[in-house]
Nanobody, 123 residues
Framework: QLVESGGGLVQAGGSLRLSCTAS????????TAWFRQAPGKEREFVAA????????NYAASVKGRFAISTDSARNTVNLQMISLKPADTAVYYC??????????????????WGQGTQVTVSS
């Protein structure tokens, strides 16, 4: 139901923009988040946004470099990433929750997931 796009290979210091679209579901009724998972590591929270009031929450490791936003016309959630570091290399997943808060940072707090998109940052 959720489809991510926009991943790729970029050099350190570069930028990427990820997008998450939903088929058959209105994202405007959900809390939407981005998570990432690097090889051998647990899935970790990146950012979340509440469509109702556009409140946002970011992991400390990305605050000031990543920005999550919504596009109601396209039913899309975007993650703009700048000043990328090799440590940002991971598969990035879009997730959504019907009742959860944008302050929820555990993967178990989100019911709907995309298949993920690979982001690789070279040094």
């Amino acid at each position: 139901q959720l489809v991510e796009s926009g991943g790729g290979l970029v050099q350190a210091g570069g930028s990427l923009r990820l997008s998450c679209t939903a088929s058959g579901r209105n994202l405007q009724k959900l809390t939407t988040a981005w998570f990432r998972q690097a090889p051998g590591k647990e899935r970790e929270f990146v950012a979340a946004i509440s469509w109702k009031d556009t409140c946002t929450n970011y992991a400390a490791s990305v605050k000031g470099r990543f920005a999550i936003s919504t596009d109601s016309a396209r039913n899309t959630v975007n993650l703009q990433m700048i000043s990328l570091k090799p440590a940002d290399t991971a598969v990035y997943y879009c997730a959504a929750s019907v009742f959860g808060s944008y302050m929820v940072t555990l993967p178990t707090g989100y019911r709907y997931w995309g298949q993920g998109t690979q982001v690789t940052v070279s040094s």
